[in-house]
């Protein structure tokens, strides 16, 4: 009889890999603007990506991957889907028996009658749940990238070196950080001596000028300093309502902040790291899936991603004949899906369903979506339950997308609301 072996877990300290003392926060309330439409109706961190998942799965999955079984979920606007999904998808990983936990809090108003103001503020408003868990490291996570990531090098970089604070950084192009992420100044020894929030112009690594640190967003406190400094926060007369705008700019310099590099150590793959607040940069992450050797691999079993999926039958394909000069491509198909068209450099949710004679390239389609008979999406995004009629195209003409009340991103991608219904090219398009 053969022996069972379990998969070798990633080579760490002994006291590294006991996370019972650790509290992850995961961010998951902002209004996520950037990535409408499909954030109309539901929170950035529950928008499907990659035909199977919800984008928050990713971050789950690392904390459980990184056996960091306590988690405190903070939700905020249009979250009823979000917390129905982490309840469904995720509570059977956390057994209160083996002291594991998974809660979501929304705005509890202890402190005040207020939302949440920002992501310092969500955290210092949850200050009760963070004392009661006996925590000594916070680890705060934005539930809206999609990465792999063991959690536990840096947990173990910030008890070797120090400090009040670690933010983990990636290495990344100056002109893609611009405007978009913020930006770290390390000395030789990994201490943080500058941040600076977004800038136009990031100041560039010194021996790479084409590349700088950028924040993951992505910090590790000790929890003493991190209530005491919230609390200090809250009753000045400048409350710092953010990490990055407020509390990393106010601590640096005064107290010992490390930056840790991310790698992908430990994750079976390379450092792949994406923040999907755009429509632009969500559409390239799930082409990025379907690459001859994808960075992010979800496939890869040394790091699994894991989420909730309907009980549906195997997706069906048809076996559709692609000129010789147009070459392969390759799909993501979810259950539940039949497949009589042509389908190219897609992403397909669950339960859809795409007629003979219908073309679908270069889109993702969320679930329950169905393009029928003549039909054509081109380098689009169509949220659930949208219908393309017979003969209509979405995607070639980015002008006719707009006059129907599509979003048009400015990397040309074309967005069609949940629930549209659209008639031929000549006819109007409908919304029901």
């Not at 990184?66 to 979250?79: A, D, I």
């Not at 977004?198 to 000028?209: F, I, Q, T, V």
């Not at 640190?213 to 400094?229: D, K, P, Q, R």
Request: glycine residues 8%; contains cysteine.
């Amino acid at each position: 009889m053969p022996r069972l072996t379990r998969r070798a877990e990633p080579s760490l300290p002994e006291d590294a890999k006991t996370m019972d003392n650790v509290l992850a926060i995961l961010l998951a309330g902002g209004k996520g603007t950037r990535l409408e439409p499909f954030t109309r109706d539901r929170a950035k961190p529950d928008v499907p990506f990659g035909a199977a998942y919800r984008i928050i799965d990713f971050a789950l999955s690392n904390c459980v991957n990184s056996r960091l079984m306590r988690g405190l979920v903070l939700t905020q606007y249009k979250s009823l889907s979000l917390e129905s999904h982490v309840t469904r998808a995720w509570a059977r990983f956390y057994h209160p028996e083996f002291g594991h936990s998974l809660e979501i809090a929304s705005p509890q108003q202890r402190v005040s009658d207020d939302w949440y103001l920002g992501t310092a503020n969500a955290v210092y408003q949850n200050l009760y749940s963070i004392e009661k868990s006996g925590a000594d490291n916070i680890l705060v996570l934005a539930a809206d990238h999609v990465y792999k990531m063991d959690y536990r090098p840096m947990l173990e970089f910030h008890r070797r070196h120090g400090g009040v604070a670690t933010v983990a950084a990636v290495k990344c192009a100056v002109a893609e950080a611009a405007g978009q992420f913020g930006v770290l100044h390390v000395d030789a020894a990994s201490h943080v001596v500058d941040f600076q929030e977004k800038p136009a112009r990031p100041a560039p690594l010194p021996d790479e000028e084409d590349y700088c640190l950028a924040s993951m967003g992505i910090y590790v406190f000790s929890a003493a300093f991190l209530t005491a400094e919230l609390r200090r926060s809250a009753e000045s007369a400048d409350p710092a309502h953010d990490f990055g705008s407020h509390v990393l700019p106010r601590i640096i310099g005064r107290d010992a902040v490390h930056a840790f590099l991310y790698s992908g150590q430990g994750t079976g793959a390379p450092g792949y790291w994406r923040d999907v607040g755009t429509v632009d940069a969500y559409f390239q992450a799930n082409m990025d899936l379907l690459e001859e050797r994808p960075a992010l691999n979800v496939y890869d079993r040394t790091w699994p991603i894991y989420s909730a999926q309907p009980n549906s039958p195997p997706p069906r394909l048809a076996v559709v004949p692609v000129p010789a000069r147009e070459g392969l491509r390759h799909n993501l198909v979810a259950n539940g899906t039949l497949v009589d068209g042509s389908v190219r450099g897609s992403v397909v949710g669950f339960d859809c369903r795409i007629a003979s004679g219908a073309l679908v390239e270069d889109s993702i389609l969320f679930n329950g979506v169905s393009v029928e008979s003549g039909a054509e999406v081109r380098r689009a995004v169509l949220d659930e339950g949208v219908v393309v009629r017979r003969g209509a195209q979405i995607g070639l003409d980015q002008e006719q997308d707009r006059q129907s009340g599509f979003v048009v991103s400015e990397g040309g991608v074309t967005c069609v609301p949940a629930g549209t219904v659209t008639e031929s090219v000549e006819d109007t398009p409908a919304r029901r």
